[in-house]
C-alpha cells in the first residue's frame, strides 16, 4: 500500500500563487507517474498534470503557462506550483500516482481545496 498525504491548499485571490505538495510512503517500488487531477463541484475529475520517472511532463491547456509540476524523487514527492490563479482554477485537488513493481497500482490522495476569490 502507498499512502498519499497532500497539502499546500487554501484561499488566494485571484492572480495569486499557490504551491501544493504530495508526499508518497509506504511500499514504494518506482512511481512511475506522478499527477494532480481536479473536480471542481458539479464538474468532473480532470488531469491538471502529469510527469514520469522519464521526465516527461504534460498539462491541461487550461493551465499551460501558469501550473508546473515537479518531482523530488528522494522524497517521494510531488509538486505543483500554482500561479496567475483565477477563479475557474477552484476545485479540489488530487494527488494521483502509478506505482510500478511487478506490475502497476494506482492510487489517490484524498485532495486539498483550492479556492480562488475574485
Known amino acids: 500500500q502507498v499512502q498519499l498525504v497532500e497539502s499546500g491548499g487554501g484561499l488566494v485571490q485571484a492572480g495569486g500563487s499557490l504551491r501544493l505538495s504530495c508526499a508518497a510512503s509506504?511500499?514504494?517500488?518506482?512511481?512511475?507517474?506522478m499527477s494532480w487531477y481536479r473536480q471542481a463541484p458539479g464538474k468532473e475529475r480532470e488531469l491538471v498534470a502529469s510527469?514520469?520517472?522519464?521526465?516527461?511532463?504534460n498539462y491541461a491547456d487550461s493551465v499551460k503557462g501558469r501550473f508546473t509540476i515537479s518531482r523530488d524523487d528522494a522524497k517521494n514527492t510531488v509538486f505543483l506550483q500554482m500561479n496567475s490563479l483565477k477563479p475557474e482554477d477552484t476545485a479540489m485537488y488530487y494527488c494521483?500516482?502509478?506505482?510500478?513493481?511487478?506490475?502497476?497500482?494506482?492510487?489517490w490522495g484524498k485532495g486539498t481545496l483550492v479556492t480562488v476569490s475574485s
Open positions: 494521483y500516482v502509478l506505482n510500478v513493481g511487478n506490475y502497476g497500482m494506482q492510487y
Open positions: 510527469t514520469t520517472t522519464g521526465g516527461s511532463t
Open positions: 509506504g511500499s514504494i517500488f518506482t512511481l512511475k507517474v
